[in-house]
């Protein structure tokens, strides 16, 4: 048998990447036409609306401009009522009540999953309970959750992190995490806390998200048949960094797992010896990327392609109430 490629399925674009683009695409579409001054952009994205950069560039592509913060955006913007579109992974009360004091016309794009931790850390907050959010700094979507409640969520990354937390027994805990953590990464902090804590409490379910699990247990399935698994994802991506380190532990010594960004990140040198490469994508990913790294390796001899299936994703969410009319038309 010759050199071939083994793909994991499900792999890709999330629901909740899904309707972050098409509620930026969908506003560009319904803009054209419009009676906007000229040098005033259709929509403004506060930060990266998915992270990925090729997805950006996109939609710049298309008119779409995208600033760090809300400052950036001029008042002449707002005036003429220019939509600013908030990212997948959701933004800190801080910025919605700026967004609010300047008169700023917000579509939310947050997934859906991640509001639902939101409002998680909000009505804990609101029983009394110490939140301890498994998640990783600097992250958008963990500044905006630890955002709803600075002075009762309390921030860690790894499971050594958890020894400089000081609550007693008196203090209701209560955990939660970000939703694009590893499973494996999240376990070893919850085993930590258990431990400190005892009597810290579970959430009613797992934060993790569907895509995050679904996407795990197929790239571990594909790396058991691999000699090397390749995740197409940007670097600022945690669930493509994430998917990389699973596959890296499932490979078990027997190859390595290697993350680019497109194709012309990938390094030849890589596939040496190597009979059978996994490939992967993570949950903002375009499958034309995907596409991209197949044709790439086809010169290196891996004709045969193959998948391997875990699940059948039906997850959808729809457009933000605003634009579900502009998001069925033709």
């Not at 674009?13 to 509620?23: K, L, M, Y």
Request: negative net charge; contains cysteine.
């Amino acid at each position: 048998m010759g050199n071939r490629i083994v793909l994991a399925d499900p792999r890709g674009f999330c629901a909740g990447v899904d309707r972050a683009i098409q509620t930026v695409e969908t506003i560009l579409r319904t803009a054209h036409g419009s009676s906007l001054p000229e040098g005033v952009p259709p929509v403004y994205v506060r930060r990266q609306i998915v992270h990925n950069r090729h997805v950006v560039g996109d939609l710049a592509a298309q008119g779409a401009v995208f600033v760090e913060e809300l400052d950036e955006i001029p008042d002449s913007a707002v005036e003429h009522g220019v939509p600013v579109v908030f990212s997948a992974h959701g933004v800190s009360p801080a910025i919605q009540r700026e967004a609010k004091r300047r008169g700023m016309h917000v579509v939310d794009a947050t997934c859906p999953l991640v509001s639902k931790v939101h409002r998680e850390v909000l009505r804990y907050v609101r029983e009394g309970y110490e939140i301890v959010y498994i998640g990783h700094r600097g992250h958008d979507e963990a500044v905006g959750v630890v955002g709803e409640s600075p002075e009762h969520v309390h921030l860690v990354e790894h499971a050594a992190d958890v020894e400089a937390l000081g609550f007693g027994p008196e203090t209701k805990l209560v955990y939660l995490s970000q939703t694009t953590l590893s499973i494996d990464e999240t376990r070893a902090v919850i085993e930590a806390l258990k431990t400190r804590f005892p009597w810290i409490i579970e959430p009613p379910s797992s934060d993790i998200c569907y895509a995050t699990q679904n996407r795990q247990t197929a790239v571990k399935s594909v790396a058991e048949q691999s000699d090397c698994v390749v995740v197409v994802g940007s670097s600022n991506s945690s669930n493509s960094v994430r998917l990389m380190e699973v596959a890296e532990q499932a490979l078990a010594g027997r190859g390595h797992a290697h993350r680019v960004d497109d194709a012309g990140e990938l390094d030849p040198s890589w596939f040496d010896g190597v009979g059978t490469v996994g490939v992967t994508s993570g949950a903002s990913v375009p499958e034309e990327l995907v596409s991209g790294v197949v044709q790439a390796l086809r010169p290196l001899g891996y004709d045969d392609v193959s998948y391997v299936t875990t699940t059948k994703e039906r997850m959808h969410f729809v457009l933000p109430a605003e634009l579900r009319k502009a998001g069925r038309r033709p």
